[in-house]
């Protein structure tokens, strides 16, 4: 069973750093994309980036893209979503999720198979 697992969020101040952690398990394919999502109350689920295991590489859009590092540590089967410079905007629930074969930076939710249950950012003064 793939099962994906987020944590690391919690309450940072604006302007802070934070690094969310999405422990992949339960597949052995080589070629997938982990994807981070982010929800806010009242909106949208909105892609942030994601990460590809066949390219080795990443894609970022919408307003973290230039605050925001994906990275993964392939022994700990960890993929990591660093943001820098948080805003009070950032708040939500942060989700990761995967995605097999197909296009390399798929960044529409519909294009991830399984997703983790999602970890609370808040930033606040």
């Known amino acids: 069973e793939v099962q994906l697992q987020a944590s690391g969020g919690g309450l940072v101040q604006i302007g802070g750093s934070l690094i969310l952690s999405c422990v992949a398990s339960g597949f052995t394919s080589d070629d997938y994309t982990i994807g981070w999502f982010r929800q806010a109350p009242g909106k949208e689920r909105e892609f942030v980036g994601c990460?590809?295991?066949?390219?080795?590489?990443?894609y970022y859009t919408g307003p973290v893209k230039d605050r925001s590092t994906i990275f993964s540590d392939n022994a700990k089967n960890t993929v990591y979503l660093q943001m820098n410079s948080l805003k009070s905007e950032d708040t939500a629930v942060y989700y990761c999720?995967?995605?097999?074969?197909?296009?390399?930076?798929?960044?529409?939710?519909?294009?991830?198979?399984?997703w983790g249950q999602g970890t609370q950012l808040t930033v606040s003064s």
């Open positions: 990460i590809n295991s066949n390219v080795g590489a990443t």
């Open positions: 999720a995967v995605s097999f074969g197909g296009v390399d930076f798929p960044p529409s939710a519909g294009d991830y198979k399984s």
